[in-house]
C-alpha cells in the first residue's frame, strides 16, 4: 500500500500530460457532487475523499459545462480540496489546464496563500489584478492587501543599483522665462531618441516645439500656431502659458496651453511625419491637467475639479469627451496606463502630513479600481514633482521630491536634517532612496531601466542625468535649463551623469 502511495504522490507532483476529461466523467462528476454530504454551506469532512479522485474532472469543467449550476458549490469544494494532498498536487501540476476562470482565480488565490505557488500563479494574479473587479476575488476587506503581497511577489528581486556613464555635449534648447525655463510638463523624451519641448516663443504670441536628435546631435524647431480665429486683445508677449507636452508610443505629439488664463485653452495635436499641427480651442478649466497617453496611442486628460477627477477622452478631431469622475481624495502628481484599460495615479492627500498614495481607474468600465497609501512625510515636508514608470518586466516604480518647509532649527536649538530631495522607490519594495538635494526632474523608462533629469537645490545652475543611455551633459552658455514646478534653473549650466538599472 504504500508503494502504491509514494508512485501515486510522484505522478500527481509532476507534470505530465493531463488525459482529456470525457463529456461522460463530467456527467458522472456532476451526478456525485449533488450526492456528498454537507455541513451547513460546506462539504462534510467525509466527502473530500469521495470527491478527491475527480480532482481532474472538476478542474476541466468549463462555463459551458456550468452555465445551469450555482458556482457557489464547486468553489466551495475547490476549497475543502485544497487541503487534500493529492489533490492539491494535481492542482499545482495543472493550474495552467483550470477550464473555468472562476475556479480558476479560487485556485490561483489557495495556492499562493498555501506558499511556492506554480510559476503562472503570480504572473496570472497579477493580470487579473489589472483586469478583474475587486467583488471577483471573494476578499472582502483583504483585498488590499493581498494585491499588495501579490504585486510584491510579482516584482521580487527587481531593486535598483546606481552605476557610473559617460558624458556628452547638448546644445539644444533655448532660454526662456527668466530661469523658469522647462518643467516636466513641457519637455518629452520619445521614441526614436528625441527629445521635445516646448516654449512660448518670444515675440510671435504663438508657441514652439524643439525636437533634439540625440543620435545625429541636431536640433530642428517648428511654430505651434494658435487656434484658428485667435485675436489677442492686448498686445501681450505671451499667450501660450502653461504648457503641456505629451507623447505616445508611435511618436505623435499632443500639446496644451493656456491663451487667456485658465478657462481657456489650445490643444495642438501633431502626428509623426506631418508637417502641420492640428489645432482646437477648449473653453474648459484645465490648467494643470496632464495629458496621458494610452497604450493603443490615444489621449487622456485628466482635469482635477474641486471634488473630483474627472476623466476626458482626446478624440481624432482634438475634442474632450468626458468618459467618467470620481471623488478626489488626493491631488494628482503623474498618471500613466499601466495596462490596456487601467490609468494608474500617483497623487498626494492630506493638509499637516502629506501622505503618498495610488489610485487605479478603469477607463473601460468607468470604476476606480482601488486605492491604497504608499508612505506618509513628515509634518510641513510636501511632496512635489512625481513620476510613475512601468519597466519592461510590467513592474512600477516611483520618483517624486520633497520639499521641507520646516524651521531650520528645532524650539531648542537643535539643528534637524532637511528631507529636501529627488527620492526612488520601486512598488514591490518599501525602501526608498534618494537620488539627489533637489525635486526637480524628468524621468523615463528604457526596457528594463530608468533614466532620470533632475537638479540638485545646492546647485539649481546644473542639471544631472541618472541611466544607463542618457549619457549627457548640459554644456555651460548653451544647454538647456530643465525644472520642475516653480523652481527652475537657467540654461547656463552643467550636468553629469549615472544610471540606476534593474539588478
Known amino acids: 500500500m504504500s508503494a502504491t502511495f509514494l508512485l501515486m504522490a510522484f505522478a500527481c507532483g509532476h507534470s505530465q500530460p493531463a488525459k482529456a476529461v470525457s463529456a461522460a466523467e463530467k456527467k458522472e462528476f456532476l451526478k456525485l457532487l449533488a450526492t456528498l454530504p454537507t455541513r451547513g454551506e460546506f462539504f462534510a469532512e467525509e466527502a473530500i475523499p469521495k470527491a478527491a479522485p475527480y480532482t481532474r ?15 457557489y458549490a464547486f468553489m466551495a469544494l475547490s476549497a475543502s480540496l485544497m487541503g487534500h494532498k493529492e489533490a492539491r498536487q494535481y492542482a499545482t501540476a495543472n493550474f ?39 467583488s471577483k476575488f471573494g476578499l472582502g476587506p483583504g483585498y488590499e492587501d493581498f494585491r499588495d503581497q501579490v504585486i510584491r511577489a510579482s516584482e521580487a528581486g527587481q531593486a535598483m543599483k546606481i552605476e557610473a556613464v559617460k558624458q556628452h555635449a547638448v546644445k539644444a534648447f533655448p532660454e526662456f522665462g527668466g530661469g523658469l525655463s522647462y518643467t516636466n510638463r513641457d519637455l518629452v523624451f520619445a521614441p526614436g531618441g528625441l527629445i521635445h519641448a516646448v516654449r512660448p516663443h518670444p515675440k510671435l504670441q504663438r508657441g514652439e516645439l524643439i525636437t533634439f536628435d540625440i543620435a545625429g546631435g541636431k536640433a530642428s524647431s517648428r511654430l505651434i500656431p494658435q487656434p484658428a480665429g485667435f485675436k489677442p486683445k492686448f498686445d501681450f508677449p505671451n499667450y501660450f502659458e502653461s504648457a503641456g507636452l505629451s507623447v505616445n508610443s508611435a511618436g505623435d505629439l499632443l500639446c496644451s496651453w493656456m491663451i487667456e488664463g485658465n478657462g481657456d485653452h489650445g490643444f495642438a495635436f501633431l502626428k509623426k511625419g506631418d508637417p502641420d499641427f492640428r489645432v482646437k480651442r477648449i473653453a474648459s478649466y484645465l490648467m494643470g491637467s496632464p495629458i496621458v497617453p494610452a497604450p493603443d496611442g490615444a489621449w ?28 478626489r481624495s488626493s491631488y494628482s502628481l503623474d498618471a500613466r496606463f499601466i495596462s490596456a484599460n487601467v490609468l494608474h495615479f500617483f497623487g498626494s492627500a492630506g493638509t499637516t502630513h502629506r501622505s503618498l498614495r495610488c489610485i487605479d481607474f478603469d477607463v473601460r468600465d468607468r470604476a476606480v479600481l482601488h486605492e491604497r497609501e504608499m508612505l506618509r512625510t513628515e509634518r510641513r515636508v510636501e511632496p512635489y514633482c512625481a513620476s510613475v514608470l512601468q519597466v519592461g518586466d510590467k513592474s512600477l516604480h516611483y520618483l517624486w521630491g520633497l520639499w521641507d518647509r520646516r524651521d531650520n532649527g528645532e524650539a531648542k536649538g537643535k539643528e534637524r536634517s532637511r528631507l529636501d530631495g529627488l527620492y526612488y522607490q520601486a512598488e514591490a519594495d518599501a525602501v526608498t532612496i534618494k537620488l539627489g538635494g533637489g525635486y526637480h526632474h524628468r524621468a523615463v523608462a528604457v526596457g528594463d531601466r530608468i533614466i532620470v533629469c533632475y537638479t540638485e537645490e545646492s546647485a539649481p545652475n546644473d542639471v544631472s542625468f541618472r541611466g544607463n543611455r542618457s549619457r549627457v551633459d548640459i554644456a555651460r552658455n548653451r544647454g538647456f535649463g530643465y525644472c520642475c514646478g516653480w523652481h527652475g534653473c537657467s540654461t547656463d549650466s552643467i550636468g553629469r551623469s549615472v544610471g540606476i538599472a534593474a539588478a
Do not use: C
Open 57 to 71: 474532472v472538476l478542474l476541466a469543467l468549463t462555463e459551458k459545462d456550468l452555465a445551469k449550476y450555482d458556482l
Open 96 to 134: 495552467g489546464n483550470i477550464a473555468h476562470p472562476q475556479i480558476k482565480l479560487s485556485w490561483a488565490i489557495m495556492l499562493f496563500r498555501q506558499g511556492k505557488p506554480p510559476a503562472e500563479v503570480v504572473p496570472f494574479l497579477r493580470k487579473a489584478f489589472d483586469t478583474l473587479p475587486e
Open 300 to 327: 487622456y486628460v485628466v482635469q482635477q475639479s474641486s471634488a473630483f477627477f474627472v476623466i476626458h477622452h482626446v478624440d481624432k478631431d482634438v475634442k474632450l469627451i468626458q468618459i467618467g469622475k470620481f471623488r
